[in-house]
């Protein structure tokens, strides 16, 4: 697609409940990031993905957060018994090579978010 | 390790003002430096950039200069319009490191008629 895509935009679920984002990155981008951004706060980095290379998932809050990426394309961010204090907007981002500064290969491009609500 | 600092908000401003939002950053290595811009209800997308020292990114009317001597990249605007209200974000990104970009906590602009 034309730009970076996510779904569901917004979510209300019950605590306790599971859920799972969805990311649609542009096409032919090897990087994908996850990022939550709580009310009031900045970026949280979640986890990020390379090509083929093991996920850097050193963002990752506790283990009821986990992602996948099938296929070096959609990725999808799943939250298991969720929290209240697991609402907040997950942005995805993907760039067509993270280490290639000339001509901005490396600048992110971001999916407008999902919004989760844990009631 | 690599931080980006910004300065609280909100901004809030008439229109016609000059905008200044202030950023400096530490990093480990030589960063990419890039502004971010977030509209209500949407995700970030780029503002502008700078990937080496006294090089001038801009766009839009927003402008930085990226300054190695000072570690800022602080955003200006001569005249900031209604439309400009949107939350801003300093970031950087270090070729050769994790290539996780740090992105500052953000600064919300509000501009009023």
């Known amino acids: 697609g034309a730009g970076v895509s996510q779904s569901p935009s917004n979510k209300v679920t019950e605590k306790g409940k599971d859920v799972e984002l969805r990311c649609d990155p542009i096409s032919g981008h090897t990087a994908l990031y996850w990022y939550r951004q709580s009310l009031g706060q900045g970026l949280e980095f979640l986890i990020y993905f390379q090509g083929n290379s093991a996920p850097d998932k050193s963002g990752l809050p506790s283990d009821r957060f986990s992602a996948e990426r099938t296929g070096g394309s959609v990725s999808t961010l799943t939250i298991q018994r969720t929290q209240q204090e697991d609402s907040a907007v997950y942005l995805c981002?993907?760039?067509?090579?993270?280490?290639?500064?000339?001509?901005?290969?490396?600048?992110?491009?971001f999916g407008a978010g999902t919004r989760l609500s844990v009631l | 390790g690599n931080s980006v600092t910004q300065m609280e908000g909100p901004v809030t401003l008439s229109e016609e003002a000059f905008l200044t939002i202030n950023c400096t950053y530490t990093a480990t290595g030589y960063p990419s430096l890039f502004w971010y811009v977030q509209y209500p209800g949407e995700g970030l997308q780029l503002l502008l950039k700078a990937t080496k020292a006294d090089d001038k990114g801009s766009n839009k009317g927003f402008e930085a200069t990226y300054r190695k001597e000072t570690t800022s990249f602080h955003l200006e605007k001569g005249s900031v319009q209604v439309s400009d209200s949107a939350v801003y974000f300093c970031a950087l990104a270090v070729s050769g490191g994790s290539y996780i970009p740090t992105f500052g906590r953000g600064t919300s602009l509000i501009v009023h008629p």
């Open positions: 981002a993907s760039s067509f090579n993270p280490g290639l500064v000339l001509r901005g290969k490396n600048i992110q491009y």
